[in-house]
């Protein structure tokens, strides 16, 4: 592989190893990628790009490489996330940012500011089917997990008859759908030439896009303090809400471990009532653009004012809360069949599969009675 890299990186990148040498270094493995880091050395030639992240694709993915690329690109063109430099055949390379991921209590505690980062995604539109993805994304992942599907097919057939019902009271908008501490990453090094202290934030709008593939060109630059959400792989149109409960569900892990499993889990950490609420109503001040930012919120309740396309539908508190736990149910569902499907790939998922099953099961449990309760809300307005 690492010849073929040194190669590629001639063709897409000018590289010539002639009088330098060019170093492949592996950076990691998912389930769905392989990352490594190309950096050209000891060279005399003047190039405006010496360093770039390879992604090699893994096998699982192909329905989603088109619409996964198209996303990158059309992002990377607004400085959102770092430019895509070359495609080919089985991977691409991507420019490398200087970078560190976000820790657990900041991901965690912070929300009431990464909560812009989701907002901003929501506002984007896309060239993709308007309808929610969510559905899809369960159906794809159930025919995936092959000896286990008959195991959970009553689930996730319980669950999209569910979210057919309360689905029909959210609203819909562009969602990255896997919002995670891995997800967010924050910029190490004002000297590289991603950086520009005159340059807008990616969560402004007014960046000049550029060409969407180029070896010379600098890209959008990205401010060094705000964090870069990355990873659109799942992103499609989906119920707004479902990135806030994915969120929740995300604030039970801790991924800065470097053995094996690599990560903590508690349900602990997951939010109380308090807090779900005032992520909705924090979420909901944002798309609107009203009010004070700065201060909690003891309720969700807006009268008398008409919310934006992004902004949830007002609900009352009970069934904000209860449709966010939901979409949480959906979240640990996804993520458990996801983990099933990447059985027998290099990562070790035994013990996440474990964690996100049993999360599952654990706060089916505990929400079915209120779940229920909504449910039955919805059957008594359509009765005759």
């Avoid at 063109?77 to 430019?83: D, Q």
């Avoid at 200087?98 to 209590?105: A, K, L, Q, V």
């Avoid at 949830?312 to 959906?330: I, P, R, Y």
Wanted: glycine share 6%; net charge negative; charged share 20%.
């Amino acid at each position: 592989m690492e010849d073929r890299i040194k190669k590629l990186c001639g063709i897409y990148l000018g590289w010539n190893e002639t009088g330098h040498h060019i170093v492949v270094e592996k950076l990691g493995k998912g389930c769905s990628n392989e990352v490594l880091i190309a950096t050209l050395q000891d060279t005399c030639t003047s190039t405006p790009l010496d360093k770039v992240l390879v992604r090699m694709y893994g096998s699982n993915i192909t329905r989603r490489l088109l619409q996964d690329v198209y996303i990158n690109c059309h992002l990377g063109t607004l400085g959102r996330i770092p430019r895509i430099r070359g495609l080919f055949e089985g991977g691409r390379f991507e420019e490398f940012l200087p970078c560190t991921n976000i820790s657990r209590d900041v991901f965690s505690g912070g929300y009431r500011d990464l909560m812009k980062l989701i907002v901003e995604v929501h506002k984007l539109e896309m060239p993709l089917p308007r309808e929610p993805c969510l559905e899809r994304l369960l159906r794809d992942m159930l025919e995936g997990v092959q000896s286990e599907a008959e195991r959970w097919r009553g689930e996730v057939e319980w669950y999209i008859a569910s979210l057919r019902v309360i689905g029909r009271d959210l609203n819909i908008t562009f969602c990255h759908n896997d919002f995670n501490m891995n997800n967010l990453l924050i910029p190490t090094s004002s000297s590289s030439p991603l950086f520009s202290s005159t340059t807008p934030s990616p969560l402004s709008s007014s960046t000049t896009p550029s060409p969407l593939f180029s070896s010379t060109t600098p890209s959008p630059l990205f401010s060094s303090t705000t964090p870069i959400l990355i990873d659109y792989e799942y992103s499609g149109y989906n119920y707004s809400l479902y990135d806030l409960a994915n969120y929740c569900t995300e604030m039970q892990y801790d991924w800065s471990h470097d053995q094996a499993p690599y990560f903590r889990f508690s349900s602990q950490w997951f939010p109380d009532n308090a807090k779900m609420l005032d992520m909705i109503c924090r979420y909901n001040t944002l798309s609107s653009g009203e009010g004070s930012v700065e201060e909690p919120c003891n309720s969700i309740k807006k009268e008398n004012k008409e919310p934006c396309n992004s902004t949830f539908k007002q609900n009352d508190d009970s069934v904000a809360l209860t449709q966010l736990k939901f979409l949480a149910l959906g979240s640990e569902l996804l993520w458990t069949l996801w983990s099933l499907s990447c059985k027998g790939f290099s990562l070790e998922m035994g013990d996440y599969l474990r964690a996100k099953s049993e999360s599952y099961l654990t706060k089916k449990a505990e929400y079915m009675e209120e779940i229920q309760q909504l449910l039955n809300s919805y059957s008594s307005l359509n009765s005759p």
